[in-house]
């Protein structure tokens, strides 16, 4: 793919749009932008400019048009596919500036705000209204809502609530040609042609940038409960989750951790916790609702369910800070592993059923090829995390051999049912593996979407899939 540099007339064009301050060119200043959460991947764009208006965003996208650069649309800069890398060099568009939570609507159950606002913030500001956001990634804290959009985002709640797909409503976006459209509309229901919106959810910036968005909210629950099971194995604490949507019980949360990474979270944050010899596995159960006695007997009747699937022990959290501490243990879990060794991250998901046949495959494909992992997730949506550890590995066989094993990795998941990313998106890094999963037919037509927003490539091309234009 051939692209133009950013010449030095052309930078003083992108100047005048976003001025002096929000307006980088210098290495040193470059640095935090040319790398996200993916690993240890660096690209260094040549220009970063942060404008804080849709307009500013349709300025900047027009001069990249008309001198044919590429451009990288960037978030808060914590995912772990890469998509937010500029890996052809070009503009990255910034959106740290555009953070405002415009307004939250009580009457309609809405919440209208700019794609830089930190998810958390959104939650919060709900809370304070007794509504609820229940898109909730374990970067919460620091993630944008528009990363989160572009990639489709989950996170522990979404088991009962539905992925972020189930509140986007409607989206404000520049297009490839700098023209500014809504996707659809501020309603629960669209049945209008095709569905713009969905499309861009997922996106990964490859079609457009967004610019605001409108979601929407639910009455915040009064109550929960919090359950900590352990189990003899991971494949009995995976036995476990199917059996207890069978019988009939939906948890607002329900998360796998392996021993290993209970363990490394132990070491990292220095944090007291009585892990038991024969325990391998734990999974972490939440309920909630308006009705305690109600929450009382659904945590009864999944307690059955455990301890018919061979569950060695549970643990009822009976104060907000013994919640807060086990939900610190699962979200710390990510970087807990990466303070440990060199390692990739994994996306998969399958049918909640095949879960134990998952976990199974990725320990034998592990141990064929000299490699540990470490595994955690949303066991209720079948979404495991694989975190797979170098440790004694060698580099040859890291760098020439692991490829293989991860291909092997996702054609198990793929024959379970399953897909290669849940919630984390293609990006850079996985796009090597969408034939796996994706015949040409699909991907041809995927390539086809790209052309019609995107005739040129510019928009964060390299990611998702390779284009030729």
């Not at 660096?42 to 220009?47: A, K, L």
């Not at 059923?353 to 997730?377: D, N, Q, T």
């Amino acid at each position: 793919m051939e692209f133009n540099p950013i010449t030095p007339e052309v930078l003083a064009e992108i100047i005048t749009i976003t001025g002096d301050k929000r307006t980088f060119f210098q290495k040193d200043d470059l640095a935090r932008f040319a790398h996200d959460e993916t690993e240890d991947l660096h690209f260094y764009p040549e220009v970063v400019a942060l404008p804080e208006t849709a307009e500013e965003v349709s300025a900047l996208v027009k001069i990249c048009s008309k001198n044919l650069i590429p451009i990288t649309p960037r978030g808060a800069g914590t995912g772990l596919s890469g998509a937010a890398l500029p890996i052809y060099g070009g503009l990255v568009i910034c959106m740290e500036r555009m953070n405002r939570l415009i307004k939250i609507d009580e009457r309609n159950l809405q919440a209208h705000l700019q794609p830089g606002v930190i998810t958390e913030e959104l939650i919060n500001a709900a809370a304070e209204l007794n509504l609820f956001y229940p898109v909730d990634p374990a970067s919460k804290g620091s993630c944008f809502i528009g990363g989160n959009v572009s990639h489709g985002s989950g996170g522990p709640q979404v088991v009962k609530y539905g992925t972020i797909r189930e509140y986007v409503l409607n989206l404000q976006v520049v297009l490839p040609s700098g023209e500014i459209i809504w996707t659809g509309a501020n309603t629960l229901k669209f049945s209008s042609g095709y569905n713009l919106t969905q499309l861009f959810i997922g996106s990964e910036g490859t079609l457009g940038i967004i610019t605001e968005i409108v979601v929407k909210l639910i009455p915040k629950p009064k109550d929960n409960m919090l359950m900590l099971a352990s189990f003899p194995s991971n494949e009995s604490a995976c036995e476990a989750v199917s059996a207890i949507f069978r019988a009939g019980q939906t948890p607002s949360s329900l998360e796998f951790m392996e021993r290993r990474g209970v363990e490394w979270v132990i070491e990292h944050d220095n944090i007291s916790f009585n892990l038991a010899d024969e325990v391998e596995a734990f999974l972490l159960i939440e309920v909630d609702g308006n009705n305690l006695d109600f929450l009382l007997e659904q945590c009864e009747q999944i307690n059955i369910v455990l301890e018919e699937n061979n569950c060695m022990d549970v643990l009822l959290a009976d104060t907000a800070a013994q919640k807060e501490a086990l939900w610190t243990m699962r979200r710390t879990m990510a970087v807990s592993v990466k303070s440990n060794s060199i390692y990739k991250e994994e996306d998969t998901v399958v049918p909640r059923a095949e879960l134990p046949k998952l976990i199974k495959g990725i320990k034998e494909i592990g141990r064929h090829y000299g490699f540990e992992s470490v595994c955690y997730g949303h066991a209720g949506d079948g979404n495991l995390h694989v975190n797979i550890i170098k440790s004694t590995m060698s580099d040859e066989d890291w760098n020439n051999k692991l490829s293989d094993g991860i291909k092997e990795i996702f054609n198990l998941t793929i024959s379970l049912g399953g897909t290669i990313s849940g919630e984390h998106g293609i990006g850079y890094v996985q796009k090597p593996y969408m034939p796996l999963k994706f015949s040409e037919t699909h991907l041809a037509l995927m390539r086809g979407i790209k052309q019609v927003f995107d005739p040129t490539g510019i928009m964060n091309p390299g990611k998702i899939f390779d284009q030729d234009l």
